[in-house]
């Protein structure tokens, strides 16, 4: 049994039906967690390679029907599925001990986000939660120091990567001598860019244990609030391991959940809409224990620009939106808004034209242009060819 690398899907917002099948059989209990199984069984095509969010399913729906009895032949799959988890976990926390090292022999603070620290501190065993790569974070100030250290050990920037991303983003994607990929962050989202509710996430950071070496981790409510955010985007492949995340998360007894917090760093994120549609789809699908005053609260929350204008980007395939020269400004412009540095007119279009240069991958600014006339041509002439073959 391997993983796809793409599922034939078209992609969307939401788990494809099949999807949430398999997200009921790990997650909930009973008959109910028997019935989707059954279900999911008789119509999953299982000589076919099965697509990336449903394989990387597969541990966590396995130890949740072994625990209610389950009896079927495809459990031996599962659990031959589970075993290799547990394998490639022991191989990528033994690499991310080493890399944690080197940091820590900097002085430099790390917290983990997103699967690792899941993996350790939520779930009953890090098998549960499979991953191929690691999200580290540092603080802004010791982000360029961090590249420089990774850099000089022997890692190497991922292929699409720049370090102009420290100028523009909140993270960038690196790999070890080992293979492992680390997404090195300054910032926890894309979405605090600007700083803000990075406080909210290093203020109430717990530690975090990776074999002989110390890090951090966020409590849970940044953790919830983090895994609902990244999760809730139109993607290639339907999203659906943050349900997973979230429920493990909601039913974490280890660390009450501080709403109000919640609430607070929603709104200074600007990702309230995001966030009760996420709250919305757990407590209406998983009967997730998420305060109705709190869903009520954040359905409340005055949207800003920003966030509508994101909204229109991030809730559907931005690579539709992008296929017209004006239409990739337009998404490259919402993505900027994050990234500005100032506000004020002359230094936000300044800035734009870089980020533009950057995001373009381009030399010089002035080469913007020309490729921007360059595409709205070809589309021109395209558009004449149609109408004369008609």
């Given amino acids: 049994m391997t993983e796809a690398r793409s ?38 095509d299982l000589d076919a390679e099965f697509e990336v969010g449903t394989y990387r399913l597969l541990p966590l729906a396995y130890r949740n029907l072994e625990r209610l009895g389950v009896e079927d ?72 120091r961090a590249v420089s250290l990774m850099r000089g050990r022997g890692w190497v920037l991922h292929p699409l990567a720049s370090e102009e991303a420290l100028d523009f983003r909140h993270a960038l994607p690196l790999i070890a001598p080992s293979g492992l990929e680390v997404d090195l962050h300054w910032h926890p989202l894309i979405e605090s860019c600007d700083g803000s509710g990075d406080a909210a996430f290093w203020d109430q950071a717990r530690p975090l244990q990776v074999g002989a070496v110390a890090s951090l981790r966020p409590d849970s409510t940044m953790t919830l609030l983090h895994t609902i955010v990244h999760g809730v985007r139109w993607s290639e492949v339907p999203p659906l391991r943050w349900i997973a995340d979230a429920m493990t998360v909601l039913r974490d007894p280890v660390e009450p959940l501080d709403w109000d917090r919640f609430l607070a760093v929603a709104e200074a994120i600007r990702a309230s809409h995001r966030l009760r549609l996420g709250c919305e789809h757990l407590r209406d699908g998983f009967a997730a224990p998420i ?5 009520a609260r954040l359905a ?38 994050r990234a500005a540095k100032t506000h004020a007119p002359i230094g936000f279009v300044t800035g734009f034209t870089h980020y533009l240069r ?33």
Wanted: aromatic share 8%.
């Fill in 7 to 44: 599922s034939g899907t078209r992609g969307g917002l939401w788990p494809t039906r099949m999807q949430g099948l398999m997200l009921r059989a790990a997650l909930l209990d009973g008959d109910e967690a028997r019935a989707a199984f059954r279900i999911w069984r008789q119509e999953a």
């Fill in 73 to 144: 032949s495809f459990m031996g799959r599962l659990k031959g599925n589970y075993r290799l988890a547990w394998f490639k976990s022991q191989t990528l926390f033994r690499d991310l001990e080493q890399a944690l090292l080197e940091f820590e022999r900097a002085g430099i603070r790390t917290m983990l986000l997103k699967g690792a620290p899941l993996a350790l501190a939520h779930y009953a065993h890090p098998a549960l939660r499979p991953m191929t790569d690691v999200d580290m974070m540092v603080q802004p100030q010791d982000a360029r």
């Fill in 291 to 295: 305060p109705a005053a709190t869903i």
């Fill in 300 to 337: 409340a929350r005055t949207i800003t620009l920003i966030e509508r204008l994101e909204n229109t980007t991030i809730l559907q395939d931005a690579d539709v939106l992008s296929r017209t020269p004006l239409g990739r400004l337009r998404v490259l412009f919402i993505d900027y808004l």
């Fill in 358 to 390: 950057f995001r373009m991958r381009q030399r010089g600014r002035l080469e913007i242009l020309r490729d921007v006339v360059r595409g709205l041509w070809r589309r021109a002439r395209n558009r004449l060819g149609d109408g004369a073959a008609r």
